[in-house]
Protein backbone atom coordinates (compact mmCIF):
# COMPACT_ATOMS: atom_id res chain seq x y z
CA UNK A 1 0.00 0.00 0.00
CA UNK A 2 3.08 2.61 0.70
CA UNK A 3 4.59 1.73 -2.09
CA UNK A 4 1.65 2.50 -4.52
CA UNK A 5 1.11 5.85 -2.90
CA UNK A 6 4.98 6.72 -3.06
CA UNK A 7 4.31 5.88 -6.89
CA UNK A 8 1.39 7.95 -6.78
CA UNK A 9 2.92 10.66 -5.35
CA UNK A 10 6.75 10.94 -7.66
CA UNK A 11 4.20 10.19 -11.06
CA UNK A 12 2.44 13.30 -9.34
CA UNK A 13 5.32 15.62 -9.01
CA UNK A 14 6.61 14.72 -12.34
CA UNK A 15 3.55 15.34 -14.28
CA UNK A 16 3.24 18.74 -12.28
CA UNK A 17 7.26 19.43 -13.13
CA UNK A 18 6.76 18.86 -16.47
CA UNK A 19 3.83 21.30 -17.20
CA UNK A 20 5.46 23.78 -15.04
CA UNK A 21 8.29 23.81 -17.58
CA UNK A 22 6.30 24.19 -20.22
CA UNK A 23 4.18 26.80 -18.73
CA UNK A 24 7.81 28.84 -18.22
CA UNK A 25 8.73 28.64 -21.41
CA UNK A 26 5.33 29.75 -22.58
CA UNK A 27 5.11 32.47 -20.21
CA UNK A 28 8.83 33.28 -20.89
CA UNK A 29 8.21 33.90 -24.89
CA UNK A 30 4.63 35.60 -24.19
CA UNK A 31 6.14 37.95 -21.38
CA UNK A 32 10.02 38.26 -21.45
CA UNK A 33 9.88 40.73 -18.54
CA UNK A 34 7.59 38.89 -16.23
CA UNK A 35 5.16 42.07 -15.70
CA UNK A 36 2.20 40.07 -14.89
CA UNK A 37 4.02 38.35 -12.06
CA UNK A 38 3.12 35.24 -13.19
CA UNK A 39 7.10 33.49 -12.79
CA UNK A 40 7.58 35.15 -9.84
CA UNK A 41 4.16 33.52 -8.18
CA UNK A 42 5.66 30.19 -9.66
CA UNK A 43 9.45 30.34 -8.65
CA UNK A 44 8.13 31.32 -4.93
CA UNK A 45 5.51 28.26 -4.41
CA UNK A 46 8.49 25.87 -6.21
CA UNK A 47 11.19 27.04 -3.44
CA UNK A 48 8.43 26.13 -0.94
CA UNK A 49 7.49 22.94 -2.71
CA UNK A 50 10.85 22.01 -2.66
CA UNK A 51 11.85 23.35 0.94
CA UNK A 52 8.62 20.90 2.07
CA UNK A 53 10.12 17.92 0.23
CA UNK A 54 13.83 18.71 2.12
CA UNK A 55 11.89 18.88 4.88
CA UNK A 56 9.82 15.74 4.48
CA UNK A 57 13.03 13.90 3.15
CA UNK A 58 14.80 14.57 6.61
CA UNK A 59 11.93 13.63 8.80
CA UNK A 60 11.56 10.42 6.92
CA UNK A 61 15.40 9.67 7.30
CA UNK A 62 15.71 10.65 10.78
CA UNK A 63 13.32 7.87 11.25
CA UNK A 64 14.72 5.31 9.43
CA UNK A 65 18.12 5.74 8.05
CA UNK A 66 19.57 8.39 10.39
CA UNK A 67 18.70 6.24 13.34
CA UNK A 68 20.11 2.86 12.40
CA UNK A 69 23.11 5.00 11.27
CA UNK A 70 23.59 6.88 14.95
CA UNK A 71 23.59 3.28 16.44
CA UNK A 72 26.10 1.79 14.38
CA UNK A 73 28.24 5.53 15.05
CA UNK A 74 28.02 4.37 18.65
CA UNK A 75 28.38 1.17 18.51
CA UNK A 76 31.58 1.72 16.32
CA UNK A 77 32.35 4.02 19.01
CA UNK A 78 32.07 2.17 21.76
CA UNK A 79 33.90 -1.07 20.24
CA UNK A 80 36.91 1.14 19.64
CA UNK A 81 36.86 2.48 22.94
CA UNK A 82 37.11 -1.69 24.21
CA UNK A 83 39.77 -2.42 21.85
CA UNK A 84 41.66 0.64 23.03
CA UNK A 85 41.18 -0.57 26.12
CA UNK A 86 42.22 -3.96 25.79
CA UNK A 87 45.22 -3.22 24.32
CA UNK A 88 46.17 -1.29 26.83
CA UNK A 89 45.39 -3.88 29.62
CA UNK A 90 48.84 -5.07 29.48
CA UNK A 91 50.74 -2.30 30.64
CA UNK A 92 48.74 -1.69 34.06
CA UNK A 93 49.33 1.67 35.56
CA UNK A 94 52.28 2.35 32.71
CA UNK A 95 49.89 3.01 30.07
CA UNK A 96 49.86 6.55 30.40
CA UNK A 97 53.52 7.03 29.44
CA UNK A 98 54.06 3.25 27.51
CA UNK A 99 50.45 3.77 25.45
CA UNK A 100 49.37 7.07 25.39
CA UNK A 101 45.85 7.87 24.37
CA UNK A 102 45.42 9.65 20.96
CA UNK A 103 42.38 11.27 19.81
CA UNK A 104 44.15 10.38 16.06
CA UNK A 105 44.67 7.07 17.17
CA UNK A 106 40.65 6.07 18.29
CA UNK A 107 39.36 7.99 15.77
CA UNK A 108 41.39 5.81 13.20
CA UNK A 109 40.13 2.72 15.11
CA UNK A 110 36.66 4.24 14.77
CA UNK A 111 36.34 5.00 11.58
CA UNK A 112 37.95 1.67 11.01
CA UNK A 113 34.67 -0.24 12.62
CA UNK A 114 32.46 1.88 11.13
CA UNK A 115 33.69 0.53 7.47
CA UNK A 116 33.78 -2.84 7.98
CA UNK A 117 29.89 -3.69 6.60
CA UNK A 118 30.72 -2.08 3.25
CA UNK A 119 34.29 -3.40 3.56
CA UNK A 120 33.36 -6.73 4.03
CA UNK A 121 31.05 -6.87 1.24
CA UNK A 122 33.61 -5.55 -1.10
CA UNK A 123 36.04 -7.50 0.01
CA UNK A 124 34.24 -10.66 -0.57
CA UNK A 125 33.11 -9.22 -3.62
CA UNK A 126 36.61 -8.69 -4.87
CA UNK A 127 38.18 -11.95 -3.88
CA UNK A 128 35.57 -13.68 -5.21
CA UNK A 129 36.54 -11.90 -8.79
CA UNK A 130 40.00 -12.51 -8.16
CA UNK A 131 39.30 -16.07 -7.63
CA UNK A 132 37.34 -16.61 -10.41
CA UNK A 133 40.55 -14.74 -12.54
CA UNK A 134 43.11 -16.87 -10.81
CA UNK A 135 41.07 -20.37 -11.79
CA UNK A 136 40.87 -19.66 -15.30
CA UNK A 137 44.01 -17.90 -15.88
CA UNK A 138 44.90 -20.22 -18.28
CA UNK A 139 41.83 -20.50 -20.12
CA UNK A 140 41.90 -16.93 -20.69
CA UNK A 141 45.50 -16.26 -21.64
CA UNK A 142 44.79 -18.99 -24.11
CA UNK A 143 42.31 -16.97 -25.87
CA UNK A 144 43.93 -13.77 -25.47
CA UNK A 145 46.75 -15.36 -27.64
CA UNK A 146 44.77 -17.29 -30.12
CA UNK A 147 42.24 -14.33 -30.48
CA UNK A 148 45.34 -12.37 -30.88
CA UNK A 149 46.92 -14.38 -33.81
CA UNK A 150 43.44 -14.70 -35.81
CA UNK A 151 42.94 -10.91 -35.38
CA UNK A 152 46.25 -10.50 -36.92
CA UNK A 153 45.79 -12.77 -39.82
CA UNK A 154 42.34 -11.39 -40.15
CA UNK A 155 43.76 -7.85 -40.44
CA UNK A 156 46.30 -9.24 -43.27
CA UNK A 157 43.86 -10.16 -45.60
CA UNK A 158 41.37 -6.62 -44.85
CA UNK A 159 41.37 -4.06 -46.88
CA UNK A 160 43.08 -0.37 -45.23
CA UNK A 161 40.34 2.54 -44.24
CA UNK A 162 40.54 5.42 -46.09
CA UNK A 163 42.77 6.94 -43.75
CA UNK A 164 45.81 4.60 -44.51
CA UNK A 165 48.02 5.10 -47.20
CA UNK A 166 46.55 3.12 -49.83
CA UNK A 167 43.28 2.68 -48.12
CA UNK A 168 39.67 2.59 -49.98
CA UNK A 169 37.48 5.06 -49.53
CA UNK A 170 33.39 4.28 -48.52
CA UNK A 171 32.58 0.86 -47.21
CA UNK A 172 35.05 -1.67 -47.85
CA UNK A 173 33.69 -4.79 -49.42
CA UNK A 174 33.46 -7.70 -47.28
CA UNK A 175 35.34 -11.06 -47.70
CA UNK A 176 34.11 -14.25 -47.71
CA UNK A 177 30.59 -14.72 -47.38
CA UNK A 178 28.54 -11.40 -47.79
CA UNK A 179 26.42 -11.99 -44.84
CA UNK A 180 29.64 -11.42 -42.84
CA UNK A 181 30.26 -8.06 -41.60
CA UNK A 182 34.03 -7.13 -41.35
CA UNK A 183 35.64 -6.56 -38.24
CA UNK A 184 35.87 -3.19 -37.38
CA UNK A 185 39.20 -3.92 -35.04
CA UNK A 186 40.57 -5.87 -37.60
CA UNK A 187 40.06 -3.00 -40.40
CA UNK A 188 41.78 -0.38 -37.77
CA UNK A 189 45.15 -3.07 -36.95
CA UNK A 190 45.08 -2.85 -40.86
CA UNK A 191 45.47 0.63 -40.88
CA UNK A 192 47.73 0.87 -38.10
CA UNK A 193 50.00 -1.55 -40.04
CA UNK A 194 49.78 0.55 -43.25
CA UNK A 195 50.58 3.34 -41.21
CA UNK A 196 53.77 1.67 -40.06
CA UNK A 197 54.92 0.07 -43.34
CA UNK A 198 54.72 3.77 -44.65
CA UNK A 199 56.40 5.64 -42.27
CA UNK A 200 59.17 2.47 -42.07
CA UNK A 201 59.68 2.68 -46.37
CA UNK A 202 59.94 6.32 -45.60
CA UNK A 203 61.99 6.76 -42.75
CA UNK A 204 64.28 3.67 -43.09
CA UNK A 205 67.16 5.40 -45.49
CA UNK A 206 67.89 7.98 -43.28
CA UNK A 207 67.59 6.30 -40.33
CA UNK A 208 70.50 3.76 -41.70
CA UNK A 209 72.32 7.03 -42.99
CA UNK A 210 72.70 7.59 -39.26
CA UNK A 211 75.30 5.02 -38.76
CA UNK A 212 77.36 6.21 -41.58
CA UNK A 213 77.04 10.06 -41.32
CA UNK A 214 80.38 10.95 -43.56
CA UNK A 215 79.48 8.38 -46.32
CA UNK A 216 75.68 10.06 -46.55
CA UNK A 217 75.60 13.53 -44.58
CA UNK A 218 72.27 14.71 -46.56
CA UNK A 219 70.54 11.61 -45.65
CA UNK A 220 72.14 11.58 -42.18
CA UNK A 221 71.55 14.99 -41.26
CA UNK A 222 67.95 14.53 -42.48
CA UNK A 223 67.72 11.66 -40.20
CA UNK A 224 68.70 13.55 -37.22
CA UNK A 225 66.41 16.74 -37.93
CA UNK A 226 63.73 13.70 -38.54
CA UNK A 227 64.32 12.02 -34.95
CA UNK A 228 64.49 15.89 -33.18
CA UNK A 229 60.94 17.33 -34.98
CA UNK A 230 59.59 13.76 -33.96
CA UNK A 231 60.64 14.05 -30.15
CA UNK A 232 59.06 17.71 -30.55
CA UNK A 233 55.95 16.82 -31.74
CA UNK A 234 55.51 14.46 -28.84
CA UNK A 235 56.57 16.60 -26.26
CA UNK A 236 54.21 19.22 -28.12
CA UNK A 237 51.09 16.69 -27.85
CA UNK A 238 52.05 15.62 -24.22
CA UNK A 239 51.28 19.29 -23.38
CA UNK A 240 48.57 20.11 -25.53
CA UNK A 241 47.16 16.73 -23.86
CA UNK A 242 47.54 18.41 -20.20
CA UNK A 243 46.43 21.37 -20.93
CA UNK A 244 43.15 19.95 -22.56
CA UNK A 245 42.75 17.45 -19.54
CA UNK A 246 43.46 20.08 -16.68
CA UNK A 247 40.20 22.01 -15.99
CA UNK A 248 40.67 25.10 -14.19
CA UNK A 249 40.01 25.52 -10.53
CA UNK A 250 39.25 28.82 -8.93
CA UNK A 251 41.58 30.45 -5.79
CA UNK A 252 39.16 28.94 -3.64
CA UNK A 253 38.97 25.73 -4.67
CA UNK A 254 42.91 25.38 -4.66
CA UNK A 255 43.66 27.14 -1.21
CA UNK A 256 40.20 26.97 0.84
CA UNK A 257 38.77 24.44 3.10
CA UNK A 258 37.04 22.31 0.41
CA UNK A 259 40.45 21.84 -1.85
CA UNK A 260 40.57 18.13 -2.17
CA UNK A 261 44.00 16.85 -3.15
CA UNK A 262 44.47 15.05 -6.67
CA UNK A 263 43.95 11.66 -7.47
CA UNK A 264 47.00 9.02 -8.44
CA UNK A 265 47.62 8.01 -11.60
CA UNK A 266 45.77 5.08 -12.00
CA UNK A 267 44.19 5.39 -8.55
CA UNK A 268 40.83 3.48 -9.68
CA UNK A 269 43.00 0.57 -11.29
CA UNK A 270 44.70 0.49 -8.06
CA UNK A 271 41.81 0.58 -5.40
CA UNK A 272 40.07 -2.24 -7.67
CA UNK A 273 43.98 -4.59 -7.25
CA UNK A 274 42.81 -3.75 -3.61
CA UNK A 275 41.67 -6.42 -1.58
CA UNK A 276 40.37 -3.65 1.40
CA UNK A 277 38.42 -0.34 0.05
CA UNK A 278 38.41 2.88 1.45
CA UNK A 279 38.29 3.87 4.83
CA UNK A 280 38.72 0.34 5.62
CA UNK A 281 42.17 0.57 4.13
CA UNK A 282 43.26 3.74 5.12
CA UNK A 283 42.74 2.77 8.97
CA UNK A 284 43.46 -0.91 9.23
CA UNK A 285 47.07 -0.13 10.02
CA UNK A 286 46.53 2.22 12.95
CA UNK A 287 44.38 -1.41 13.92
CA UNK A 288 47.34 -3.66 13.07
CA UNK A 289 49.95 -1.17 15.09
CA UNK A 290 47.38 -1.26 18.11
CA UNK A 291 47.41 -5.50 18.46
CA UNK A 292 51.13 -5.12 18.48
CA UNK A 293 51.20 -2.79 21.12
CA UNK A 294 48.88 -5.57 23.07
CA UNK A 295 50.85 -8.14 22.34
CA UNK A 296 53.81 -6.13 23.91
CA UNK A 297 51.86 -5.09 26.98
CA UNK A 298 50.78 -8.99 27.21
CA UNK A 299 54.98 -10.13 26.47
CA UNK A 300 55.67 -7.49 29.17
CA UNK A 301 53.40 -8.96 32.00
CA UNK A 302 54.76 -12.67 30.84
CA UNK A 303 58.48 -11.30 31.25
CA UNK A 304 57.51 -9.87 34.89
CA UNK A 305 55.56 -13.04 35.62
CA UNK A 306 58.99 -14.96 35.10
CA UNK A 307 61.13 -12.62 37.27
CA UNK A 308 58.98 -13.14 39.79
CA UNK A 309 58.30 -16.90 39.61
CA UNK A 310 62.02 -17.14 38.52
CA UNK A 311 61.30 -18.98 35.55
CA UNK A 312 64.02 -18.03 32.85
CA UNK A 313 63.15 -20.14 30.17
CA UNK A 314 59.34 -18.78 29.42
CA UNK A 315 60.95 -15.56 28.54
CA UNK A 316 58.13 -14.06 25.89
CA UNK A 317 59.27 -12.70 22.88
CA UNK A 318 56.94 -10.59 20.25
CA UNK A 319 57.27 -10.00 16.52
CA UNK A 320 57.13 -6.98 15.01
CA UNK A 321 56.38 -8.62 11.10
CA UNK A 322 52.74 -7.02 10.85
CA UNK A 323 54.16 -3.65 12.06
CA UNK A 324 56.50 -3.95 8.81
CA UNK A 325 54.37 -4.55 6.70
CA UNK A 326 52.26 -1.36 8.23
CA UNK A 327 55.46 0.98 7.78
CA UNK A 328 56.70 -0.41 4.22
CA UNK A 329 53.26 0.66 2.36
CA UNK A 330 52.65 3.94 4.94
CA UNK A 331 52.62 6.18 2.27
CA UNK A 332 50.97 4.67 -0.09
CA UNK A 333 47.76 3.42 2.32
CA UNK A 334 47.52 6.66 4.11
CA UNK A 335 47.73 9.33 1.44
CA UNK A 336 46.00 9.67 -1.68
CA UNK A 337 48.63 10.94 -4.51
CA UNK A 338 52.07 11.25 -3.68
CA UNK A 339 54.22 13.33 -6.34
CA UNK A 340 56.95 10.80 -8.07
CA UNK A 341 59.69 13.21 -6.55
CA UNK A 342 58.90 12.46 -3.32
CA UNK A 343 58.30 9.12 -3.45
CA UNK A 344 62.14 8.53 -2.68
CA UNK A 345 61.89 10.12 0.56
CA UNK A 346 58.89 8.17 1.58
CA UNK A 347 60.25 4.86 0.65
CA UNK A 348 64.06 5.53 2.10
CA UNK A 349 62.07 6.80 5.31
CA UNK A 350 60.40 3.40 5.46
CA UNK A 351 63.11 1.68 4.98
CA UNK A 352 65.03 2.90 7.89
CA UNK A 353 61.49 2.81 10.30
CA UNK A 354 61.77 -1.24 9.31
CA UNK A 355 65.39 -1.10 10.14
CA UNK A 356 64.58 0.36 13.59
CA UNK A 357 62.18 -1.94 14.25
CA UNK A 358 64.34 -4.88 13.58
CA UNK A 359 67.40 -3.64 15.81
CA UNK A 360 64.27 -3.49 18.39
CA UNK A 361 63.25 -7.05 17.74
CA UNK A 362 66.73 -8.01 17.73
CA UNK A 363 67.47 -6.49 21.38
CA UNK A 364 65.04 -9.09 22.85
CA UNK A 365 67.76 -11.83 22.17
CA UNK A 366 70.75 -9.79 23.00
CA UNK A 367 69.39 -7.35 26.16
CA UNK A 368 70.00 -8.44 29.87
CA UNK A 369 66.76 -6.46 30.53
CA UNK A 370 63.90 -7.55 28.45
CA UNK A 371 61.10 -6.00 30.28
CA UNK A 372 62.92 -2.70 29.26
CA UNK A 373 63.28 -3.53 25.64
CA UNK A 374 59.66 -4.12 26.01
CA UNK A 375 58.94 -0.49 26.84
CA UNK A 376 60.91 1.18 24.42
CA UNK A 377 59.20 -1.31 22.17
CA UNK A 378 55.63 -0.18 23.20
CA UNK A 379 56.82 3.98 22.89
CA UNK A 380 58.13 3.21 19.64
CA UNK A 381 55.11 1.32 18.08
CA UNK A 382 53.03 3.91 20.03
CA UNK A 383 54.53 6.59 17.99
CA UNK A 384 54.09 5.38 14.91
CA UNK A 385 50.50 4.73 15.30
CA UNK A 386 49.99 8.30 16.34
CA UNK A 387 52.06 9.86 13.48
CA UNK A 388 50.57 7.76 10.66
CA UNK A 389 47.09 8.39 12.09
CA UNK A 390 48.36 12.28 11.91
CA UNK A 391 49.25 11.58 8.37
CA UNK A 392 53.29 12.42 9.50
CA UNK A 393 54.02 9.28 7.02
CA UNK A 394 57.47 10.93 6.73
CA UNK A 395 58.43 11.24 10.27
CA UNK A 396 56.99 7.98 11.91
CA UNK A 397 59.86 7.69 14.39
CA UNK A 398 62.38 10.83 15.26
CA UNK A 399 65.96 10.97 14.40
CA UNK A 400 67.47 9.43 17.35
CA UNK A 401 64.99 6.29 16.90
CA UNK A 402 66.69 5.54 13.78
CA UNK A 403 70.19 5.70 15.00
CA UNK A 404 70.27 2.49 16.07
CA UNK A 405 68.96 0.03 13.06
CA UNK A 406 70.00 0.48 9.55
CA UNK A 407 68.11 0.65 6.55
CA UNK A 408 66.24 -2.61 5.44
CA UNK A 409 65.90 -3.21 2.02
CA UNK A 410 62.82 -4.73 0.24
CA UNK A 411 63.00 -6.93 -2.14
CA UNK A 412 59.06 -8.11 -3.04
CA UNK A 413 59.00 -6.91 -6.50
CA UNK A 414 62.03 -9.10 -7.15
CA UNK A 415 59.87 -12.30 -6.15
CA UNK A 416 56.66 -10.67 -7.58
CA UNK A 417 58.27 -10.15 -11.03
CA UNK A 418 59.56 -14.06 -10.92
CA UNK A 419 56.39 -15.36 -9.54
CA UNK A 420 54.34 -13.28 -12.58
CA UNK A 421 56.79 -14.32 -15.63
CA UNK A 422 56.90 -17.96 -13.96
CA UNK A 423 52.75 -18.79 -14.53
CA UNK A 424 52.48 -16.49 -17.46
CA UNK A 425 55.69 -18.68 -18.79
CA UNK A 426 53.61 -22.11 -18.24
CA UNK A 427 50.60 -20.41 -19.56
CA UNK A 428 52.27 -19.46 -22.87
CA UNK A 429 54.36 -22.34 -23.27
CA UNK A 430 51.54 -24.73 -22.82
CA UNK A 431 49.28 -23.03 -25.65
CA UNK A 432 52.06 -23.12 -27.44
CA UNK A 433 52.36 -26.85 -27.40
CA UNK A 434 48.89 -27.30 -28.49
CA UNK A 435 47.50 -27.88 -25.20
CA UNK A 436 43.98 -28.22 -24.64
CA UNK A 437 42.32 -24.88 -22.01
CA UNK A 438 41.57 -27.58 -19.04
CA UNK A 439 45.35 -28.72 -19.16
CA UNK A 440 46.37 -25.06 -19.49
CA UNK A 441 44.40 -24.46 -16.17
CA UNK A 442 45.93 -27.01 -14.45
CA UNK A 443 49.07 -26.66 -15.35
CA UNK A 444 49.14 -22.76 -14.59
CA UNK A 445 47.48 -23.99 -10.73
CA UNK A 446 50.19 -26.18 -10.29
CA UNK A 447 53.44 -23.77 -11.74
CA UNK A 448 51.51 -21.50 -9.21
CA UNK A 449 51.11 -23.23 -6.22
CA UNK A 450 54.69 -24.43 -6.76
CA UNK A 451 55.92 -21.22 -7.02
CA UNK A 452 54.51 -19.27 -4.46
CA UNK A 453 56.11 -22.05 -2.09
CA UNK A 454 58.97 -21.85 -3.14
CA UNK A 455 59.82 -17.94 -3.09
CA UNK A 456 57.09 -17.30 -0.11
CA UNK A 457 56.86 -20.15 2.00
CA UNK A 458 54.76 -20.88 4.69
CA UNK A 459 54.85 -16.74 4.93
CA UNK A 460 52.83 -15.64 2.49
CA UNK A 461 48.60 -16.61 3.12
CA UNK A 462 46.21 -16.98 0.08
CA UNK A 463 44.33 -13.55 0.94
CA UNK A 464 47.49 -11.58 1.34
CA UNK A 465 48.70 -11.98 -1.83
CA UNK A 466 46.94 -8.61 -2.89
CA UNK A 467 49.29 -7.06 0.20
CA UNK A 468 52.14 -8.60 -1.05
CA UNK A 469 50.91 -6.69 -4.95
CA UNK A 470 50.60 -3.43 -3.06
CA UNK A 471 54.30 -3.32 -1.74
CA UNK A 472 54.42 -5.05 1.46
CA UNK A 473 56.78 -7.35 2.89
CA UNK A 474 57.23 -10.16 4.45
CA UNK A 475 60.90 -10.75 5.23
Same mark, same amino acid.
Given at each position: ?35 ? +? ?20 ? =? ?40 ? !? ?30 ? &? ?35 ? +? ?9 ? !? ?114 ? +??? !????? =????? !? ?26 ? &? ?73 ? =????? &?? +? ?55
Amino acid at each position: MLSVVLFNTFRAALLLMVVGAVLWAVLKKIDPADRW +GIRASMQLQARAAADWLRRAAM =WVHARTLGRATRRWVRWSTRTAVRHLAWARRGFGQDEAWLFP !RSHAVWSAVSSWYSSRPLAVIAYVVKAGVFLL &ITVNIGVIIAHLVTGTADLWEESERTAAPWWAPGGIT +GEPPATGAGSQ !RLNPLAILLAGLRRVGTAIADKASPYVSALTDPLGRPAEAIIGALGLVLTVMVLMALRLAWAALWHQPQSAKQVRGPYYVAPSPRFALFRSLLSLRVGANRRNRPVVALVNCLARV +GAA !RNCHR =WSQLN !RIPLTAPRVHLADAEEVVWSAWRTRHTA &IRGVLKAKHKEHAAEVVGALRAMEIRQDTEADRGQVFEKMAGMLAKIAERYAQGRTLALLDPEDLREGSKAINRE =WVRLV &IL +GVAVVGSAVGASTLGASDAVIAQVVGIVSLIMVGLLYGSRLAPTDLMDVVRGQSRK
